[in-house]
């Protein structure tokens, strides 16, 4: 293969793409990456001024943004979600499942309450986002799901149960979407991140943000822009011929 035949792999041109969790972290470094690479992105987030704000400034930079305001966990708000990208840009081809709550509580202390958020975030609001774009991503000539997990489904999970059993489950959907939706020309693979400096890490006590960059054979966070290429390449047709498996992007915690 030639240069450009390569590099044309990882080119979005002309393809829309909603990113969860993308007004900061990892899912605003993804949605920035893609927009750079030629894709139509879908800012979605909670607060609707951030959203707008990171939809702007991708705009300015040449890209095409635009922000729809979401919470993940509520359903009525992942249907509006896909019906006002395709009403904006008129098609559909990835989704990448990036919102996430961190909520965590200690075994012995897990209320009812936490686990349903936990689920309903992580691995429910996800699930239907994915069933309500099928019939659109059915009608791409690329369509590729991303759904980003954490490494820490390959640990022990210790006192962050909460969030590596619903992404855990996420990882087996992620399997389940790959066998069952390949006949309909959809791929769908994850991206289990280590630690990244994101308000998600950052807004944990010091202890624990040592003892996770500690796990690591890189001694450091990553910083959200090493994760835009292994998203890229999963989004891309670069990994046409993979589908039903984890890229583990993890600084070395889980290799030993």
């Given at each position: ?100 709550t961190p909520l965590a509580q200690a075994i012995g202390s897990m209320t009812p309450e936490a686990m349903a958020k936990s689920w309903e975030v992580n691995l429910r609001g996800p699930v239907l986002l994915v069933q309500h774009a099928l019939e659109h991503l059915r009608r791409s000539q ?115």
């Amino acid at each position: 293969m030639l240069r450009d035949e390569i590099l044309g792999r990882f080119d979005l041109t002309d393809r829309v793409a909603i990113v969860t969790g993308s007004s900061r972290g990892i899912g605003r470094a993804v949605a920035e990456g893609f927009a750079a690479m030629g894709a139509s992105v879908v800012i979605a987030s909670r607060k609707a001024d951030a959203c707008e704000q990171a939809a702007a400034e991708i705009r300015s930079a040449g890209g095409r943004a635009v922000a729809i305001p979401t919470h993940v966990g509520d359903p009525s708000d992942l249907e509006a979600l896909v019906a006002g990208t395709v009403d904006e840009f008129g098609s559909l081809d990835i989704v990448v499942n990036n919102a996430a709550t961190p909520l965590a509580q200690a075994i012995g202390s897990m209320t009812p309450e936490a686990m349903a958020k936990s689920w309903e975030v992580n691995l429910r609001g996800p699930v239907l986002l994915v069933q309500h774009a099928l019939e659109h991503l059915r009608r791409s000539q690329h369509a590729a799901i991303v759904n980003v997990t954490t490494a820490g489904v390959y640990t022990h999970g210790t006192y962050v149960a909460l969030y590596v059993a619903a992404k855990t489950a996420m990882t087996a959907m992620t399997r389940a979407m790959a066998g069952e939706l390949a006949a309909d020309g959809i791929r769908a693979n994850a991206l289990a991140p280590g630690s990244v400096r994101t308000d998600m890490m950052t807004t944990n006590p010091v202890e624990f943000q040592e003892r996770a960059v500690d796990a690591q054979m890189i001694k450091r966070m990553a910083d959200p822009t090493e994760m835009v290429p292994p998203a890229l390449f999963l989004a891309s047709d670069a990994s046409s011929f993979m589908t039903g498996h984890t890229l583990v992007v993890d600084g070395g915690m889980t290799v030993h």
